[in-house]
């Protein structure tokens, strides 16, 4: 049955009628009822709190670069670097954090984290470091014309550099405190139960780091959940979306192809606006979406649009570039790593240290990926032994993952979890086999069920990470995978690629690959 088509009184659940004020708050599970209750006559949400952490964070990290710059260039160690004296200097500077906090604001660096659910700092360099940069030499240029200070150069960009540096990092803590607070916490309501509501909520309980609390659906007549979200209770139809809100203190929420009329949902996301509520809303075609939609208009009516793949040769031989680079770098500086994860493999189990494989590369190219083993000798003759553990099996076993297979080793366990043992990769990148980021690497019996449109992926190299990796990994079917390669395929950039490269090292270092 398709996402659009009405459901059959057999697919349907019984939704709560004019509840008592109050007596929503049994239709939620427990955490969520205490979230309430504690937050309850509180201003303090997400953007309240964010907002304050993240200018403080960048005050933190221009003060620190300032006095490392400071330290860095004493009056008596290089005299020729002083202009004005030291306690003007540091008077004057106190006088422009202001300054750089309403240039923060320019840049909305400080409004994206209750925007978006998936917000980071790795989303923020951009902007940060447009605004430092600005500042910086702004300043330089202020100063240098009015004449109220003679800054040199080298002392100058000695800040930038720190400044650039310091203030994701201060960023980055900013945020790991905020997350725990409840007040972080955005309690989010789906409107529509059906095939792409609980599809959403899926994809939100993977992701715990966004801290998005999911109070329930909101629907008329909704279809019977799926595995995994049966905690989460239809607590009434959207015509009594307001006083759910309310009363269920929601921050935020999610229509998701409600079966209502066009105007009275159009009404309901007006009147949640109004209220100061968050709403996002999951387009049609969704799947063919990615980050370089653009919205533009034609008389007033909002088009959303999808430009082509375009890949110059020049941006193209930055990727390779890049790729020669961070490998080569990473195999120089792994190589006493790789040594120890050699000897603990060989006194582990029987076997090489190495692992081999046939995967479909670029254009349809086999090449043998490198491993450490993580498995047993000769475990691939035993595989049909353990495919009942196969945890795609249910949904869709065109991929094979086993969470808990016996076959694998104690040191290959750890190494499958925090990714160590895809670290030889970095040879098939040297080879041009494969990319940093890019595709998953499929094995020939996956790739035989890609057909297609999906096919598309095969137009760059296959990467050691990529969307598939910070997304989901191993949680993500194989159909949804292909869609996420295909969608990496068809909006790549180079900026995407570091942003993947920055946004892969936090999912390595929670243990999420397995």
Request: net charge neutral.
């Amino acid at each position: 049955m398709s996402i659009d088509q009405a459901l059959t009184p057999a697919e349907s659940l019984s939704v709560p009628g004019n509840v008592a004020p109050g007596a929503l708050l049994d239709l939620v599970d427990d955490d969520t009822r205490r979230l309430i209750l504690k937050r309850r006559g509180s201003i303090r949400r997400r953007g309240w709190l964010v907002r304050r952490a993240l200018a403080l964070a960048d005050a933190t990290g221009i003060l620190l670069a300032f006095a490392l710059t400071e330290v860095l260039f004493p009056p008596d160690v290089a005299p020729q670097y002083d202009h004005i004296g030291t306690n003007a200097e540091i008077v004057l500077f106190a006088l422009t954090l202001p300054f750089w906090i309403v240039l923060g604001r320019v840049y909305d660096l400080y409004s994206s984290d209750e925007e978006r659910t998936d917000h980071s700092t790795v989303d923020d360099f951009t902007g940060v470091f447009n605004m430092l940069t600005v500042g910086a030499w702004l300043f330089f240029a202020l100063a240098y014309f009015f004449d109220f200070a003679n800054p040199s150069f080298p002392k100058l960009a000695l800040f930038w550099v720190l400044a650039i540096a310091l203030v994701p990092i201060s960023r980055a803590v900013a945020r790991g405190l905020c997350k725990r607070s409840d007040a972080y916490v955005l309690n989010t309501l789906i409107v529509g139960a059906g095939h792409v509501g609980q599809r959403v909520a899926e994809k939100l309980l993977q992701h715990p780091e966004y801290k998005v609390n999911l109070v329930g659906f909101v629907d008329e007549r909704p279809r019977e959940r799926s595995d995994g979200l049966a905690h989460l209770s239809v607590v009434g139809g959207p015509a009594e979306l307001p006083r759910i809100v309310t009363d269920l203190d929601v921050d935020r929420v999610i229509v998701a192809f409600s079966e209502e009329p066009h105007g009275e949902t159009l009404d309901a996301i007006r009147d949640l606006n109004e209220r100061g509520v968050q709403v996002d809303i999951v387009p049609r075609l969704f799947e063919a979406l990615g980050p370089h939609a653009t919205l533009h208009a034609a008389e007033g009516l909002t088009l959303i649009g999808l430009s082509p793949a375009r890949w110059s040769r020049s941006a193209l031989f930055l990727k390779r570039t890049m790729d020669i680079v961070l490998s080569a770098l990473g195999l120089l500086v792994l190589v006493p790593v790789f040594l120890a994860i050699g000897v603990a493999i060989k006194l582990d189990s029987r076997g090489p240290v190495f692992f081999r494989q046939t995967r479909i590369g670029q254009g349809d190219a086999r090449f043998r990926i490198l491993k450490f083993r993580t498995m047993v000798a000769g475990a691939d003759a035993h595989k049909g032994d353990v495919v009942q553990l196969n945890k795609h099996a249910r949904t869709d076993d065109r991929m094979f993952k086993a969470p808990n297979d016996p076959r694998v080793t104690r040191v290959g366990a750890f190494l499958r979890r925090y990714s160590i043992d895809e670290l030889p990769q970095l040879v098939n990148v040297l080879l041009n086999e494969m990319s940093l980021v890019g595709p998953r690497p499929l094995i020939p019996e996956e790739h035989r069920h890609v057909d297609g449109w999906g096919r598309k992926r095969l137009d760059l190299k296959p990467g050691i990470t990529g969307l598939w990796q910070v997304l989901g990994s191993d949680d993500i079917p194989f159909g949804e995978m292909v869609a996420l390669d295909h969608r990496y395929v068809t909006s790549w950039s180079l900026f995407g690629d570091l942003s993947i490269l920055l946004r892969t090292i936090p999912v390595v270092l929670r243990g999420d690959s397995v």
